[in-house]
Each structure stands twice: as C-alpha cells, then as structure tokens.
Nanobody
Framework: QVQVVESGGGLVQPGGSLRLSCTASGNIFSIYVMDWYRQAPGKQRESVAYITNGGNTNYEDSVQGRFTISRDNAKNTVYLQMNSLKPEDTAVYYC??????????????WGQGTQVTVSS
C-alpha cells in the first residue's frame, strides 16, 4: 500500500504563510483525487482541499481564496500553499487519496501528519 509523508508545518503568526508537502512512497498518477485534510484538537478530521488528476480543485469554504492545492505526479507529491493564516487554521494536516470526489473512503495509509500552529 502506498504510504504518505507530510511535511512543512510549523509555528507561524496570523497572516503568515506555509507550504505543506505530501510525498507518496509510490505512484500517485493513478489516484484520481488527492486531498489535504486537517484535524484540530477535539474535532473530527475534515477535508480542506482536493485536486483531481486533471487539475480540478475544490476548497472548503473557510480556506477558499487563501489555500492553493497542487500536485506533481512526476514527483509523487501534493502541495498545499497556505496564505493569510488564521488561528483557526491550527491543526494537524494530513493527505490521502480517493477514487472519486463522490467517495468518502480513502485509499492510502494515513501518515503522521504535520502540525500547523497559527499564533502570535
């Protein structure tokens, strides 16, 4: 099973930026949808953005206009550029893949995630 490793998190002040990376152990070209998820303390994990193989993207309302997801299939990597960060973006961020935007079940093993903390 393809495994993923997330990186790029850290502590940033409100209004700052971070770029997260998700690198897979195998080929992600055949994985139709790649998502970035986040889980804040005491909350359920939620999808914040996804990108299809064709480059179509979708964002959760609270991150629309601030976050940008991209994928480089040749590098088996998915990125999440996060700008104008807010304290409510604080969470552990994970990536995973799905066969379709209409299917909830993920395809890959969950990584350790990368912690993003937005605080002054």
């Amino acid at each position: 099973q393809v495994q993923v490793v997330e990186s790029g998190g850290g502590l940033v002040q409100p209004g700052g930026s971070l770029r997260l990376s998700c690198t897979a152990s195998g080929n992600i070209f055949s994985i139709y949808v790649m998502d970035w998820y986040r889980q804040a303390p005491g909350k359920q994990r939620e999808s914040v953005a996804y990108i299809t193989n064709g480059g179509n993207t979708n964002y959760e309302d609270s991150v629309q206009g601030r976050f940008t997801i991209s994928r480089d299939n040749a590098k088996n990597t998915v990125y999440l550029q996060m700008n104008s960060l807010k304290p409510e973006d604080t969470a552990v961020y994970y990536c995973n893949g799905r066969r379709s935007p209409y299917i909830i079940e993920t395809m890959l093993g969950w990584g350790q995630g990368t912690q993003v903390t937005v605080s002054s």
